[in-house]
């Protein structure tokens, strides 16, 4: 090989390397392209309890109102590491309440801080991004309404690769971009709501859903159930398959989502116990949604154990 030649070879490899760090990299919501919106308080209170917020931010083991304060500390033992759950309380200094629409649009949907750091996706922000700007919004406006907190929650404890924030950008690349299964064209309305929900706020798929070996959500096994992200057992299958929900009709679900108990008179458990109890906040037609929309979607079999 010529010494041309392999500077040759050299530049064709950092320019690769260039391409590929430019298009991995942090994005941001422009403000341009947020939409003029007046704050509902009451959707964002909504948006609130379906994105089930106060399970993962309230301090561990808050109960009443005590959910309502937001001040971090969770944390997820999952197979990449420790993950602890922020403060996103009102506090300016602590919290959230130092950020503009636009920083708040940017984590939700681009999963990119403030600061312009990537995200973990331990953060649900490959569902949030589904969610309209409006209802982002409201929601923001709502947090905004809630008490502040000083608590200062610690940092991830990951090993490498896994603390390298850069390798988030090729992680995006290949899985921020997926979409949920399409809902049919001629599908009621009441469907298509239940698919927005969740597959946006109510983040179901990211527990439902089986994932691959990066991490990734396996669309393909849309809702099949698979193994707990954080801690042992499983998370059950909720598609109309025999080893799933197929049984129940819906009325059953929009009454376990309310009650949190099954046709088989058993009741909910694990973290879904804390899921339910924010459904239960709802408003009826909301659970009515989620129930439609899981009596459509593809029969899946799940994972053998």
Known sequence: MTRRTFRRLVGVFL????????????????????????????????????????????APGAEGDAKLVLAGGVELDTPFGL??????????AHGIGGWSQADFLTAMTKGTSPRGEHYYPAFPYTSYKNMRAEDLIDLKAFL?????????????????????????GFWKFLYLGGEPPAVAADASDAVKRGAYLLAGPGHCAECHTPRDVFGGLD????????????????IPNITPAPDG?????????????????????????????????????????????????????QAVAGEKK
Not at 83 to 92: G, T, Y
Not at 144 to 168: E, I, K, Y
Not at 265 to 294: C, H, T
């Open 83 to 92: 993950f602890r759950v922020p403060n996103i309380s009102p506090d300016a």
């Open 245 to 297: 929900i197929g049984s129940w009709s819906a009325k059953d679900i929009a009454y376990y989502l309310e009650t949190g108990f099954t046709p088989e008179f058993d009741s909910v458990g694990g973290g879904m116990a804390s899921v339910q109890q924010n459904w239960a906040k709802l408003p009826a037609d909301y659970r009515e949604a989620i129930a439609a929309y899981l009596k459509t979607v």
């Open 15 to 58: 320019l690769i390397i260039a391409g590929m760090l430019y298009v991995t990299r942090p994005e941001r919501v422009d403000t341009s392209a947020i939409p003029a919106h007046e704050p509902d308080l009451s959707n964002g209170e909504h948006m609130f309890w379906a994105g089930g917020c106060a399970s993962c931010h309230a």
């Open 219 to 234: 669309r393909s096994r849309w809702l099949a159930g698979g193994p707990n992200p954080d801690g042992k057992g499983t």
């Open 144 to 168: 905004d309404t809630l008490p502040t907190s000083q608590n200062t929650v610690a940092g991830h404890d990951l090993s490498f690769p896994f603390s390298w924030r850069g390798a988030l």
